[in-house]
């Protein structure tokens, strides 16, 4: 990325929450610029899911505040910022297994499964639904697995399904919670040159421990520990971070 745009997409704004005695996040403030893959690493348990779950407002910050295209949204739920233009894929797949491929990405499109239930038959046959869902797995290129039951796809194509359900909502920016967690090597590959155009049309926040995907993609890269961000920078600065390298990047080099 040469030139960075001024306005972010998503800015964070000195972030807290804790459990308890546990600071899982602690004055986090970070932005997302459009065009951008900004990734978020940092050690298990280091509070990458929780600061995700604030953003998309899934769970409430003690303290801060939290920015999308402009809007403070700190006090909408999660179908608010949605509607925004918040699109999210989780760390434990939200997909319903029983369902085909297709019921999965309407569902997704519909954007309120928790009640959708009840008019099931009605929703599969809106045709702007459908046309949405479509797309969205054409994109992801699982549209000829479209009738299959969602427990017969691969790991890799259910990872690529939960990223297809996320497009239906045409999202202007994405958080995505290690997308790549139990790809093989073809399929990390496959998921890596799709974010690396989606980022184009939608900015990714992006939680990896996959460091090949994340140096490869990241524009910049954020490093949280213990719930503070240690280091902001490009892949060459994380790097050569030395607090970075002790805290994080040198442990994982010499396992
Ligand atoms: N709802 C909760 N109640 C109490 N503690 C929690 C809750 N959610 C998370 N934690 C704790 O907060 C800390 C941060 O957890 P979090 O899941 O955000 O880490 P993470 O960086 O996503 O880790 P991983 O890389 O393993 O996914 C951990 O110590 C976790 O046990
Ligand atoms: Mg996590």
Redesign the pocket.
């Known amino acids: 990325m040469t030139d960075m745009p001024r306005e972010p997409v998503l800015r964070t704004e000195s972030i807290s929450k804790s459990?308890g005695a546990?600071k899982?996040s602690n004055n986090v403030s970070l932005t997302l610029y459009p065009g951008e893959i900004h990734a978020l690493i940092?050690p298990?348990?280091?509070?990458?899911?929780?600061?995700i779950k604030q953003i998309s407002g899934g769970l409430t910050p003690d303290a801060g505040r939290i920015e999308v295209l402009g809007q403070d949204v700190t006090a909408l739920d999660t179908v608010a910022r949605a509607r925004l233009g918040l699109g999210r894929t989780f760390?434990i797949s939200s997909l319903a297994m029983e369902f085909t491929v297709l019921q999965n990405a309407v569902l997704g499109a519909l954007g309120a499964r928790g009640n959708a239930f009840s008019f099931f038959r009605k929703v599969m046959k809106d045709a702007e639904l459908l046309a949405r869902a479509e797309e969205a797995l054409k994109r992801v290129g699982l549209w000829q697995d479209a009738g299959k039951r969602t427990a017969d796809l691969s790991h890799g194509q259910r990872r690529q399904l939960e990223v297809a359900v996320a497009l239906t909502l045409k999202p202007r920016l994405f958080l995505m919670d290690?997308p790549m967690a139990g790809l093989g090597a073809s399929g990390s590959k496959a998921l890596t040159g799709f974010l690396d155009e989606l980022r184009q049309e939608a900015p990714i926040l992006l939680?990896e421990?996959d460091m090949d995907a994340v140096f490869a993609l990241a524009d910049r890269i954020s490093v949280?520990v213990y719930g503070e961000v240690i280091a902001t920078g490009t892949a060459d600065e994380i790097r050569q971070d030395p607090q970075v390298r002790q805290a994080y990047l040198g442990d994982e080099e010499e396992a």
């Open positions: 459990f546990l899982a940092g298990n348990g280091a509070g990458k899911s929780t600061l760390q290690e939680v421990h949280l």
